[in-house]
């Protein structure tokens, strides 16, 4: 693909992507305040919040103490007093100190007030593995807030994904959890900077195929865009449906895709036990039973903490994992 | 910015400008409010008690589900009442009832929650009162949030949190103290020690000297009032706003006092204290010393006691008309307010429940 500036289309890394989305946000909206560990001066330790300060000033993008459930905690009392934060967690687990203002306010406000109180508000978590990090820095956590009613969860796998999503949670009326997979932070794509914004809630299908349905969101949609590739090659044609949205979740377009195939695998990297995959397989197969000819698959992470680097290519689902799972859909029968 | 530590320290003892005998404290350091605010003060102190032992009547016939008194604390909520303009936020926790209803809430929106109905019956944008917190300090943060949004605007807003002395050994009540100083928000804290964190004491909370002390740390003035003269509130927390509002910062006052009855009508206080150390607080009632003092004064007759009287019970007589009925709202609004737009799975659910539901009608 190449560069074509004069229709608004940039080659840019998700990194990149999702530092034009706020930066976009904050200029059409003098309500948009960005905030967290780092996200000043630093421009964050992952650098989506560069040049911000510069642009907008420290009253519009921020450091704050290094509190998380001060950080969440303040943005919703923003939130019910006109403002649109956007929190930064500056990882995964670093974002368990503020998971009662999460679960217990970020979630509940609107229902608890009966409609009144609104939380426009975007709770960014770099998560998952694949970068080498330290304990801590790499948990798969979008179980938790997955299971918790009134949050939106949503995760792009691309840049141009991370791009509109970011712009549609900041204007959504709801509280987003957008979940950054920090493995994609430096992959490049093209970015239709003018493309309209997609509503939070819907799938899409990276790949076309006829024979299996692989599943997967954020990080694990490039894992299963490669296990299709390396399955076309050995004659087996693989659909590769990106969720983008966990919550809400698009059964339509996922239902569909799996009864056009009747066979499905469910891709990601969160331990399986009790998990987001846990709740697709069965959501798939409470719908699309009559349709399946084998019973739907994961190919997930392990449910041991995560490992340290030397040992995180054990955890995480690769290609292998998932065409052995492939190859676990009783081909023989059919 | 380093402060002079001598700011921050709260004085040795607690402000007190009335005392439990309702005379005047002689060597007061505040200048006592002016008669219109005690009497407006008195006014209020007479309708929160009503409210106490309307409440507390209504939760024993089962009209409520569960009630928390307030009462020997109804100073702490007149007074929190009282320091507000329309401009700023009240953030109320489950025990501030009374400071809700004093803030103009209607009473059948503010005992929803206590009849089992919803989590929160009033629009906290219209009074602006934020829901009442049941969990323990979250909402200080919430009140840093709002006050911070206001300054930003340029706004006279200044929030007014409340918490109790329990909550002061949550993680949520340092980390608002603290981003309540560096943003130099306009917030005033108001911890109600009622000496009880259910059944656990003060000396099991904390040994700091006091919990006002617990602001210095970060950079907070803290203060300690005697919180059963409203006197002593008021003219604390008023310069306590001012402050805030002129933009010099938030503040921490601890207010003494005593939750005279259980912790909620569920509990049973005797396995944790004795009946004299309640007899001794009964002997402070902030409302007995300041309607001495309102008559030392001549600044109140029976003929007004009976006028105010009269006005609170009518919101009593209200209360048992508006609580007595069943307030709960339609099954399908669990689903109306998950979300500004239902998912469509919820839209499911709320078909499976109106289902469910009209086959129980259809059994009657």
Request: hydrophobic share 45%; with cysteine.
């Amino acid at each position: 693909m190449t560069s074509t500036a004069t229709t608004g289309h940039e080659k840019l890394t998700m990194a990149q992507a999702l530092n034009r989305a706020l930066r976009e946000s904050m200029a059409a909206d003098d309500s948009v305040v960005v905030f967290g560990e780092d996200v000043g001066a630093l421009g964050g330790v992952f650098r989506i919040t560069d040049g911000l300060t510069a642009e907008f000033g420290d009253t519009r993008c921020f450091d704050t103490p290094l509190a998380e459930s001060g950080i969440v905690g303040m943005a919703v009392g923003m939130a019910m007093n006109g403002m649109r934060p956007v929190v930064e967690m500056q990882f995964d687990a670093f974002a368990y100190p503020a998971f009662e203002q999460i679960t217990s306010h970020v979630a509940k406000m609107r229902n608890r007030t009966r409609g009144t109180v609104s939380l426009p508000m975007v709770i960014r978590i770099p998560y998952a593995g694949g970068i080498g990090g330290v304990e801590h820095h790499c948990d798969s956590s979008e179980a938790y807030y997955a299971h918790t009613p009134g949050l939106h969860v949503v995760t792009p796998a691309n840049a141009a994904d991370a791009h509109r999503l970011l712009r549609a949670a900041i204007a959504s009326p709801d509280p987003v959890v957008f979940m950054e997979p920090k493995k994609l932070y430096w992959t490049k794509e093209e970015v239709d900077l003018g493309a309209e914004l997609p509503g939070i809630g819907r799938a899409m299908i990276r790949r076309e195929g006829t024979d299996a349905t692989l599943i997967a969101y954020g990080p694990s949609v490039p894992v299963a865009l490669e296990a299709a590739e390396v399955a076309a090659q050995e004659g087996r044609s693989l659909q590769v449906v990106d969720l983008r949205s966990i919550v809400p979740f698009d059964d339509e377009t996922v239902c569909a895709a799996v009864r056009s195939t009747g066979r499905a695998v469910v891709v990601a990297e969160a331990p399986g036990f009790a998990s987001v995959a846990s709740e697709i397989v069965a959501r798939v197969t409470e719908r699309c039973f009559h349709s399946l000819a084998a019973p739907v698959r994961r190919a997930v992470g392990f449910d041991i903490p995560f490992p340290a680097p030397k040992l995180e290519h054990v955890q995480l689902p690769g290609v292998d994992r998932v065409l052995d799972a492939v190859d676990d859909l009783q081909w023989d029968l059919s | 910015m380093t402060r002079d530590l001598d700011l921050l320290l709260p004085s040795p003892h607690p402000v007190e400008l009335i005392d439990p005998t309702g005379r005047t404290v002689a060597e007061a350091t505040r200048e006592l409010p002016d008669d219109a605010a005690l009497l407006r003060a008195f006014a209020g102190l007479t309708t929160a008690r009503r409210i106490n032992d309307q409440a507390s009547a209504l939760a024993r016939q089962g009209r409520l589900a569960v009630y928390p008194s307030s009462h020997g604390q109804e100073a702490c909520q007149v007074a929190a009442a009282q320091v507000l303009t329309d401009d700023d936020w009240l953030f109320p926790t489950y025990r501030d009832t009374a400071a809700v209803v004093l803030r103009g809430v209607d009473v059948a929106e503010a005992f929803l929650p206590l009849q089992g109905a919803w989590h929160s019956g009033y629009d906290p944008h219209e009074h602006r009162t934020a829901p009442q917190a049941t969990p323990l300090a979250t909402q200080l943060l919430h009140a840093v949030g709002v006050a911070h949004a206001a300054r930003l605007r340029g706004e006279p807003t200044v929030a007014l949190a409340l918490c109790g002395d329990g909550a002061t050994s949550e993680g949520d009540f340092h980390e608002a103290l603290n981003f309540a100083a560096v943003f130099r928000a306009p917030v005033v804290f108001l911890v109600q020690n009622n000496q009880y964190a259910i059944s656990v004491p003060l000396a099991r909370q904390s040994v700091a000297p006091s919990l006002a002390h617990k602001g210095i740390g970060y950079g907070v003035p803290g203060e300690r009032v005697d919180g059963n003269d409203v006197a002593a509130l008021l003219a604390v927390l008023g310069t306590a706003m001012a402050r805030a509002r002129a933009g010099e910062g938030p503040q921490l006052v601890e207010a003494h006092t005593y939750r005279m009855q259980p912790h909620t009508n569920a509990d049973d206080s005797r396995r944790y204290r004795q009946d004299d150390e309640v007899a001794g607080w009964a002997e402070r009632d902030p409302l007995a010393r300041l309607e001495t003092w309102l008559r030392q004064h001549d600044l109140l007759d029976d003929a007004r006691l009976a006028a105010v009287t009269a006005d609170a019970d009518q919101l009593a007589a209200r209360m048992r008309t508006e609580l007595a009925g069943d307030a709960t709202p339609e099954p399908a609004e669990l689903f109306a307010h998950v979300y500004a737009t239902p998912t469509p799975q919820l839209v499911e659910q709320a078909a499976v429940v109106a289902d469910e539901l009209s086959r129980e009608d259809a059994h009657r």
